[in-house]
């Protein structure tokens, strides 16, 4: 009996399986670098090499291209869009607080936010397409809110919006509008005014993702956004949990986000990765809600910033009841 032939038959029937039915396949994380500040650009370098050496299908880098105490200028995009580009994988931007939410303070040269949200617009999103030597085809938001993004490999839905740091572009009171910054009165209602638009605009994207992925009864959803929306509590019995952490806080910008999020994750089968930057360090935890009503199907990745500079890998398996894998790649500058 010839064995031969039907083992390679096997072999290579398994290899041109595509994503959907092998269920496997690898992305990576990464954000907040480089720092001028902090001298990041060995280690941003190395970051990149470490990547393209890797395995994965493609990265999202998570927001902040640069520090928060350095100008804003167009320069900063066009140069980050070249480093993007040269990137062997396809590589999805998610915008950061520093590039645009922070430009209005004197320290980064004072700038009108919203002007330079829509440079953001028009220098990194300019087509339907990632950046990277190879590209992914993204669906865009209608303008003016092309920076939400959205692509599906594997069974698994991947949403990134734009979700920023600083509140959320959403300004308090007089004082908080004028500390150490160039902005008007009129400056900051129009913060507000554009916070309100595009807060509005982010939660029907997430909604219509969570909506695509039960359509398409995908096993996952990853959520990629750069701010930090407060899910650490303080370590005092005292307080309400439900009360403290930072989304649930009258003034915060990221209530509407987080009630949406909760809202699709409770009503979806699959496993959700919410992916978020701004505070540089590596976190991997379930924390919502409390922990007599945990979401089990919920899961926070807080990926490496300046000056910590590394990534994280993560590999998909939709034939496994966890689908995500996190393993965190330590970099040493060459």
Partial sequence: ????????????????????????????????????????????????????????????????I????????????????????????????????????????????GWNNLERLDTLRKLMFADGRSFGRRKLTLEHQDAPFVENTRFHKGGIVFSQVNVAGSNNNRVLDEKECSTKSARSAADCEADNAEYAARN??????????????????????????????????????ELDEAKTRGWNRPESGYKDLMDTVIRETRAFDGQVLFVHGDTHVFKLDKPLHAPLDLLPNFTRLQTFGSPNNHWVHVTVNTRRPEVFTVRPVMIKAD
């Fill in 1 to 64: 009996m010839n064995i031969a032939r039907p083992l390679l038959a096997l072999l290579v029937s398994a290899t041109l399986l595509p994503d959907a039915v092998a269920g496997s396949f690898s992305f990576g994380l990464w954000g907040d670098m480089p720092y001028e500040k902090n001298n990041d650009a060995q280690t941003t370098a190395a970051v990149i090499r470490s990547i393209d050496r890797s395995d994965v299908a493609f990265s999202i880098f998570d927001g902040d």
């Fill in 66 to 109: 640069k520090d928060g105490s350095s100008a804003c200028t167009d320069e900063v995009f066009s140069r980050t869009a070249k480093t993007f580009n040269a990137m062997k994988a396809p590589m999805v931007y998610v915008p950061g607080d520093n590039e645009w939410t922070d430009c209005h303070r004197k320290n980064n040269g």
């Fill in 200 to 237: 509005a605009a982010v939660n029907r994207w997430i909604e219509e993702s969570f909506a695509q992925a039960r359509q398409r009864k995908a096993k996952g959803l990853v959520l990629t956004l750069q701010a930090d929306p407060g899910f650490d509590l303080p370590e005092t019995e």
